[in-house]
Each structure stands twice: as structure tokens, then as C-alpha cells.
């Protein structure tokens, strides 16, 4: 009895984790459970193969997984809106095709097309978000729609894969400076844009109004010029992941787009963004899209049947959001 007595007395002295602590664990749990994935992931990976903790493998592992980290940025962001675009699939598609039969080489040529590609994206987006809006239709309906416009004109462009890409814009996929790869510099300056952006008042009023809509348009929040500046940043994402793409492949396809779109929401749903909106972040998804790549890796190394990987990799989407649900609702009741 006295130690049961000592042992109360003792707990009710500890003090108390503050709210603003509290609030900053529920915040961060669901990007905990990617960053365990990928750890161990990583560490079966070592065990297997040798040199993985290399600049040389991080460069090649970060050139598989970048056209999907870009393609998963503007996913992110209209998953943090709480919407969802399959158009990047289209997009994708399309802008590969154009850059195989525009692209000549011309420098002053392939700048042209190039801002001709990333506005085509950026234009499709503003399309989505104004018919989203307008008249009130669901998102995922009308991205599927602008999916099968864009696939198909990518169809009639080039109907078979092919084109060619000019020798200097290969090389910039191949590039290599102070011994890290292009692949990782971009991947640099897109966690750079992402720190400045997620404090930008669009950045703010994009997770306000993914965490609640009515508050958020109380505040003054258009809900037109959010979707138009969501989905346009999502499109001009695509636009980017089609042209890196372009210097991996060398080659256009006009069906490669839908590779990316369920993989492109796995990887931010892996990483901790939340399908209602409001809640994570794009470190999540880009952790995210390294554990797909890792798992294409291991799926190499141990010589398994590709028919495998979407198995294996769905395996991981079904467990990282089931943890991500389970640490959520603990850390919340921990809080009542």
C-alpha cells in the first residue's frame, strides 16, 4: 500500500507534456511510420546487395524515383486540398509526346517547347479546378475526364513510342556536379521551394481549406482561386515529371502517364498525407516515393517476377495507412 501510495504521489508530480507538445506529436506520427518502413526497407536492401550506402547509389536511386517525387508533389498538393487528380497520367503522357517530335536541337527550340509543355500542364490544371469549382462536380470524375482527352490527343500525336531527344538535354539527366547527380540537385531545390511554399498564404489557405472548407472561405478564402491554384500547381508538376522523364527514357510514349497516378497517390498516402485533406507534408511523399523505389530495387535483386512489386507495394500502402490510423487516433485520445 505505501508503494502503491508512493508510486500515485510520484505520477501526479510529473508534469504534464504542454498542448503545443501534444499538438506537435499527433501532427508528426503518421510521418513516423514511412521513415520506420524506409529504414528497414533500406536495411534489408543493404543486406542483400553491396555499395548501398554510396553517393553512387543515392544518385541512381534518386534519378528512378524523381520523375515519381515531382509527379507526387502536385498530388500532394491537392491531396492536402483534399481533392485527388488523375490527370497527371495524361499529362505526363502528352508532354513526353510533345518533347520526342518538338524537341530538335535547337537550345533556343527546346526552351520553347519546354515552356510551351510546362503551360499545357498548367493550363489543364486551371480547366480541372475551374470545372471542379464551376459546377460543382467531383474531382475524381472530372480528372478522369481530362485523363482520357489528354491520353488520347497523346495517341494522335505519336501512336507508338519513339521520337528522339536532342544529345545535350540527355546529357542534363546524366549530369553530374561535385559528385551528386542532376536527379539530386533538382530533388534539392524542390525541398527548397516546398520549406518557402508551405509558408506562402496559398500554401496556408490550401491546407486551411483541405482541414475545413467553411472556415477557411469564412476567412475570406475563395474556393475558386484555391482549386484553379491547386490543380494548376499539380498540372505544371506533371508537366516537370514528364519532362525529366524525357531525359531518362530518351523517347516520348503516349501511354506511360498511367504508370504514375496510383503510384503517385500511394507515395503520398505512404508518406502521411491524409485522403480528406489538411494534414502533411511533402517530405512525407517523398519518403514515400523512395520506399516504392526501394521495393522495385528489392524486387530486382532478389530476382522476383515484376507481377510482384504492385502486389508487395500495395501490401506497404495497406499497412502504412492502417498504422497512420491506429498512431492517429492513440495520439489524439492521448490528448483527451
Given at each position: 500500500m505505501t508503494m502503491l501510495a508512493a508510486d500515485r504521489r510520484e505520477r501526479r508530480a510529473m508534469p504534464d507534456l504542454s498542448p503545443s507538445l501534444k499538438a506537435k506529436l499527433v501532427d508528426r506520427a503518421p510521418i513516423l511510420i514511412p521513415v520506420a518502413m524506409l529504414v528497414l526497407l533500406v536495411a534489408i536492401y543493404a543486406s542483400l546487395r553491396e555499395g548501398v550506402f554510396t553517393l553512387d547509389e543515392l544518385n541512381l536511386d534518386t534519378a528512378a524515383a524523381l520523375t515519381l517525387v515531382?509527379?507526387?508533389?502536385?498530388?500532394?498538393?491537392?491531396?492536402?486540398r483534399g481533392g485527388i487528380d488523375l490527370s497527371i497520367g495524361g499529362t505526363i503522357s502528352l508532354g513526353t509526346v510533345l518533347a520526342a517530335t518538338q524537341f530538335r536541337d535547337d537550345p533556343a527550340h527546346v526552351v520553347l517547347w519546354t515552356a510551351i509543355i510546362l503551360v499545357i500542364g498548367a493550363l489543364v490544371g486551371v480547366v480541372n479546378?475551374?470545372?471542379?469549382?464551376?459546377?460543382?462536380?467531383?474531382?475524381?470524375?472530372?480528372t478522369l475526364a481530362t485523363w482520357s482527352i489528354l491520353s488520347g490527343t497523346a495517341l494522335i500525336i505519336l501512336p507508338i513510342d519513339g521520337g528522339g531527344l536532342p544529345a545535350f538535354w540527355m546529357a542534363f539527366g546524366s549530369g553530374n556536379w561535385l559528385g551528386l547527380s542532376s536527379a539530386v540537385w533538382l530533388l534539392a531545390v524542390l525541398v527548397l521551394f516546398w520549406v518557402w511554399f508551405r509558408r506562402t498564404r496559398l500554401g496556408i489557405a490550401i491546407r486551411a481549406t483541405g482541414s475545413n472548407e467553411r472556415s477557411a472561405f469564412l476567412s475570406g478564402v475563395s474556393p475558386l482561386g484555391i482549386n484553379i491554384a491547386t490543380y494548376a500547381l499539380?498540372?505544371?508538376?506533371?508537366?516537370?515529371?514528364?519532362?525529366y522523364l524525357t531525359t531518362q527514357t530518351g523517347a516520348g510514349s503516349p501511354t506511360i502517364g498511367k504508370d504514375y497516378i496510383l503510384?503517385?497517390?500511394a507515395a503520398a498516402v505512404i508518406g502521411g498525407i491524409s485522403l480528406f485533406g489538411g494534414r502533411g507534408g511533402l517530405i512525407g511523399t517523398i519518403i514515400g516515393a523512395y520506399i516504392l523505389t526501394i521495393i522495385g530495387n528489392l524486387v530486382f535483386v532478389l530476382s522476383?517476377?515484376?507481377?510482384?512489386?504492385?502486389i508487395v507495394s500495395g501490401v506497404i500502402l495497406l499497412i502504412a495507412v492502417l498504422a497512420s490510423s491506429i498512431?492517429?487516433?492513440?495520439?489524439?485520445?492521448s490528448l483527451t
Open positions: 515531382l509527379a507526387a508533389t502536385g498530388q500532394t498538393i491537392v491531396l492536402l479546378g475551374v470545372l471542379i469549382t464551376a459546377l460543382r462536380l467531383q474531382p475524381f470524375l472530372v499539380s498540372g505544371l508538376f506533371a508537366a516537370m515529371a514528364a519532362l503510384p503517385s497517390v522476383i517476377s515484376s507481377y510482384w512489386q504492385p498512431a492517429e487516433r492513440s495520439a489524439r485520445r
